[in-house]
């Protein structure tokens, strides 16, 4: 939570693979000077990017003059009530400018690079409005858009309706399949978008590993709400968790906003649940956990392990003491083992710059945007003519490549248009006395990608 490489490149990407995209059980440290050089001439053939900004950025030339400038279109919630998901995306806009070098090389040919940064401010709305002003205004060459169905697939939609190349990730494949109008075993309806995420197989995996790390009653609360996401997970989640032999209690479909979760807490407490799941929206999980708490509820869990819940320290650190042992999946941490090919970093030194720079905590957007720029900018390498829109959305189609979050196969489906990406169970807990933050978010289970490192056993909640 794309394109194929032609075969020279898949070549030098396969002789690199154990060297320089993944990275052992060693420690991750920042990769020398020669490899650097030679993940980026086999990944991209080295970008500049322009730090991420509301409004566009100059350019710049690259020695010799370029082919003319490719305009790539960033899109994602920076402020509002998803803005955890974006916090990160400045960070990693710059360290790629910081590590490039001002070119990218398709063809033999040198192009300048200009990114256009936008907040959709949480607002789907303001996304659509944002992605038409960019194809429309700005002449963008590639769309690459990340972080909820909120974002996604309004900007998605506007690039399928404009003829714009668009990659996304960060929002469970189902809910931007089947939430934009495909069909399963139908054609798909999509022509320009393709999508790389997470989806119910891989959350199903990781619910199952990870709940069975402890002994309960198998029965499972699930808070859906009437939105693309707890639509998507009802209909195709649910069913996975009962063949695994968990019982699942749904009161139903509730409303985004939500203040009074009086019955969906009635309900799960007479049913006996011991396990919390469910895709609210972060603000709307704090009120139900809080009320939860004052009704009686909490102390007889033993899992509480939300979607969209729980992916950044800001989610735990509001909730208080309720938030230590809070479980979540994570599309990426430190414990991840690939190295990005545009930056030259992954794995704990990609956390490390992170904090270095800003003085926060790590997050998993960290590694999913940059993985989205990995893929992205990989696309307009093997198209061959990245001024060419059909030649970049056929680049998409069929991109087979390593990124931070692992390796993105579009060849291999699940269904058109679309890629899995790994999702991994972790918990936060409490750090150890003298460490820098509060929190710690470690690895517990690792069924979708036996190269994450597992860090720690998985804890009981109450």
Same mark, same amino acid.
């Given at each position: ?9 898949a070549a030098r990407r396969s002789q690199l693979k154990d ?5 052992? #059980?060693?420690?991750?440290?920042? *990769? /020398? ?9 086999? @990944?991209? !053939? &080295? ?31 920076l402020t509002g009530p998803l803005a955890g998901f974006g ?73 399928? #309706?404009?003829?714009?190349?668009? *990659? /996304? ?9 089947? @939430?934009? !109008? &495909? ?113 009686g509820l909490t102390h007889r869990l033993k899992i509480v ?158």
């Open positions: 939570m794309t394109v194929a490489y032609s075969m020279n490149i060297k320089t995209l993944i990275q052992d #059980a060693a420690p991750a440290n920042d *990769l /020398s000077r020669r490899e650097f050089v030679t993940a980026a001439g086999a @990944g991209l !053939g &080295g970008v500049l990017l322009p730090a991420f900004a509301k409004t566009a950025g100059a350019a710049q030339s690259a020695p010799g003059g370029t082919a003319g400038t490719l305009k790539v279109g960033f899109i994602s919630p916090e990160t995306d400045p960070f990693v806009l710059d360290l790629v400018r910081k590590k490039t070098n001002g070119r990218i090389e398709v063809a033999g040919k040198s192009y300048a690079l200009e990114i256009l940064g936008r907040d959709t401010q949480s607002d789907p709305s303001r996304a659509t409005q944002l992605a038409k002003d960019l194809i429309n205004n700005h002449k963008i060459d590639l769309m690459l858009t990340t972080s909820t169905p909120e974002v996604v697939n309004p900007v998605a939609d506007a690039c399928e #309706a404009s003829g714009m190349p668009c *990659l /996304s990730t960060v929002d469970p494949w189902e809910s931007w399949y089947f @939430g934009r !109008g &495909g069909k399963p075993g139908q054609p798909s309806p999509f022509h320009w978008t393709y999508h790389f995420s997470f989806g119910t197989e891989q959350f199903a995996k990781m619910y199952v590993a990870t709940w069975n790390l402890l002994s309960t009653n198998k029965k499972v609360g699930v808070l859906y709400p009437n939105d693309a996401d707890g639509n998507a997970l009802r209909a195709h989640l649910i069913p996975e968790l009962t063949k695994a032999g968990f019982t699942v209690i749904d009161p139903g479909a509730y409303q985004d906003g939500t203040t009074d979760y009086s019955s969906q807490i009635a309900r799960f407490k007479s049913s006996g649940v011991q396990i919390i799941t469910g895709a609210p929206l972060p603000n709307d999980f704090i009120v139900f956990l809080r009320q939860a708490a004052q009704q392990m939300p979607a969209k819940f729980g992916l950044f320290p800001s989610d735990i650190e509001a909730l208080g003491a309720l938030g230590y042992r809070v479980a979540s999946g994570a599309y990426w941490s430190p414990a991840f083992p690939y190295v990005s090919p545009v930056v030259g970093l992954g794995g704990r030194a990609l956390a490390d710059a992170y904090e270095k720079a800003t003085g926060k905590q790590w997050t998993q957007q960290i590694g999913a945007s940059l993985a989205l720029i990995d893929a992205g900018f990989a696309a307009l390498k093997n198209s061959a003519d990245p001024k060419d829109k059909a030649a970049v959305a056929k680049a998409l189609s069929v991109l087979d490549v390593v990124t931070t979050v692992g390796r993105i196969n579009f060849p291999k489906g699940p269904v058109p248009n679309v890629a899995t990406a790994p999702i991994i169970g972790s918990q936060w807990v409490k750090s150890k006395p003298g460490s820098r933050f509060k929190l710690t978010f470690p690895t517990v289970e690792h069924a979708d990608d036996p190269r994450v490192v597992i860090q720690a056993k998985l804890l009981p909640y109450a």
